[in-house]
């Protein structure tokens, strides 16, 4: 059975900073993992989608890694601002059924 | 594009009270999910349209929770009689049609409180 584990469950850091968010999953047989944004009381926003063959998906200043035999992805944000405070959930496609495996995601507060 | 809409946006209701959601995908979209969100947790499908047919509902609780999508285009899910450990956060998603892989579009949530 597929576990998605997200580390750590929150965060506060200082405007600028350079943080990462770090995911793992127990099953390596996924399709692809994507990094999704939630905002309070708003729905789940897509930031990157890495295919299983793929390492690393650039989108400004996002970055996100994945290696998928030790079953781990990181989500790299540089130069971190306010308006990036939101929780940060990871999940897995697996590979046989298309399903999305989420984790518990990473609570990120930057402060001004 | 219009996004995903989901109604109501909250709900507080008494435990063994019925409640009813309500989700529009954005147009062609076949593939149709509900999750459910608990404080503190990601989202877990409960079940997976397309079209109006049921591809997935193995974590739907059937005792309690019902769901259709009449037409293949809005769906609702029932929760019917409610727990209090269904107070949660029940997220709509569409996607669509033809590539299995290609990303989720999530609604806003229905926030659901069961007292």
């Known amino acids: 059975k597929q576990e998605v584990t997200q580390i750590p469950a929150a965060l506060s850091v200082p405007e600028g900073e350079n943080l990462v968010l770090n995911c793992s999953f127990t099953?390596?047989?996924?399709?692809?993992l994507q990094w999704f944004r939630q905002d309070p009381g708003k729905g789940l926003t897509s930031l990157l989608l890495?295919?299983?063959?793929?390492r690393e998906q650039t989108s400004g200043r996002l970055n996100a890694s994945l290696d998928k035999s030790s079953g781990r992805s990181t989500l790299y944000i540089a130069a971190s601002q306010p308006g990036d405070s939101a929780t940060y959930l990871c999940?897995?496609?697996?590979?046989?059924?298309?399903?999305?495996?989420f984790g518990s995601g990473t609570r990120l507060l930057v402060r001004p | 594009e219009a996004g995903v809409a989901q109604s109501p946006r909250y709900k507080i209701i008494e435990k063994r009270q019925s409640v009813a959601f309500w989700c529009n995908p954005i147009?062609?979209?076949?593939?149709l999910y509900w999750y459910q969100q608990i404080l503190g947790q990601g989202p877990k499908l409960l079940i997976q349209?397309?079209?109006?047919?049921?591809?997935?509902d193995s974590q739907l609780p059937k005792d309690r929770f019902s769901a259709e999508r009449l037409k293949g285009v809005d769906s609702t899910l029932k929760i019917q009689p409610a727990k209090l450990e269904d107070s949660a956060v029940y997220l709509c998603?569409?996607?669509?049609?033809?590539?299995?892989?290609?990303?989720?579009?999530f609604g806003p949530g229905t926030r659901l409180l069961v007292l």
């Open positions: 998603a569409s996607r669509k049609p033809g590539r299995k892989w290609e990303t989720q579009y």
């Open positions: 099953d390596s047989a996924i399709y692809n």
């Open positions: 890495i295919q299983s063959s793929q």
């Open positions: 999940a897995v496609m697996m590979d046989s059924s298309y399903k999305l495996i």
């Open positions: 147009s062609g979209h076949a593939t």
């Open positions: 349209f397309q079209n109006n047919g049921v591809v997935d």
